[in-house]
Antibody, heavy 121, light 108 residues
Framework: QITLKESGPTLVKPTQTLTLTCAFSGFSLPTSRVAVAWIRQPPGKALEWLALIYWDDDKRYNPSLSSRLSITKDSSGNQVVLTMTNMDPVDSATYYC?????????????WGQGTLVTVSS | SYELTQPPSVSVAPGQTARISCGGNSIRKNTVHWYQQKPGQAPVLVVHDDRDRPSGIPERFSGSNSGNTATLTISRVEAGDEADYYCQVWDTRSDHYVFGTGTKVTVL
């Protein structure tokens, strides 16, 4: 059974760096040839894809945010970390991590519960 | 960048059929997935690869993809289908992922 869970601060100040962790079970990123993505959703707004990391450590970023984002996986293969620099109040959102299957066009078939991040001084 | 456009809202009476469009340039060349999101919950995949249903999703949910429009169809709508729905593709040209603008389905 695949599960994912996001963790991190609920409140960050403007200009600070946000670090979120996605801990998952039911698969191992290096061995399963799958990918893990981060997706966010501001209150009352649409989903927005942020970043994705493949089993082989290849990475993709939303071009509109790429200069501020970094996605990494830990050596255990069971955690993925997203960092976003220079946070602004417009970055306030629920941040989700999600599992994507082994093909580039595969859907995000498992999602974490999401973690709400508020950016405010 | 590739964009997916959905109607902001769709209203439907119980027992009737809801159709949610997802417009994108030559979207037929992409594989489309659909997610249902109820208030306060994470999105749930309801249709993948244009027209396939994950295990546990009722047959009332179906999809199609042709030309510049993909469509999610919900037959025999129930009160429990009231939610936001999002389409999503992997843009082959940019190697990026794109979500639609979202549609709120209201059951009258």
């Amino acid at each position: 059974q695949i599960t994912l869970k996001e963790s991190g601060p609920t409140l960050v100040k403007p200009t600070q760096t946000l670090t979120l962790t996605c801990a998952f079970s039911g698969f191992s990123l290096p061995t399963s040839r799958v990918a893990v993505a981060w997706i966010r959703q501001p209150p009352g707004k649409a989903l927005e894809w942020l970043a994705l990391i493949y089993w082989d450590d290849d990475k993709r970023y939303n071009p509109s945010l790429s200069s501020r984002l970094s996605i990494t996986k830990d050596s255990s293969g069971n955690q993925v970390v997203l960092t976003m620099t220079n946070m602004d109040p417009v970055d306030s959102a629920t941040y989700y991590c999600a599992h994507r299957g082994g093909i580039y066009s595969d859907p995000f078939d498992y999602w974490g519960q999401g973690t709400l991040v508020t950016v405010s001084s | 960048s590739y964009e997916l456009t959905q109607p902001p809202s769709v209203s439907v009476a119980p027992g009737q059929t809801a159709r949610i469009s997802c417009g994108g340039n030559s979207i037929r060349k992409n594989t489309v997935h659909w997610y249902q999101q109820k208030p306060g919950q994470a999105p749930v995949l309801v249709v993948h690869d244009d027209r396939d249903r994950p295990s546990g999703i009722p047959e009332r949910f179906s999809g199609s993809n042709s030309g510049n429009t993909a469509t999610l169809t919900i037959s025999r709508v129930e009160a429990g289908d009231e939610a936001d729905y999002y389409c999503q593709v992997w843009d082959t040209r940019s190697d990026h992922y794109v979500f639609g603008t979202g549609t709120k389905v209201t059951v009258l």
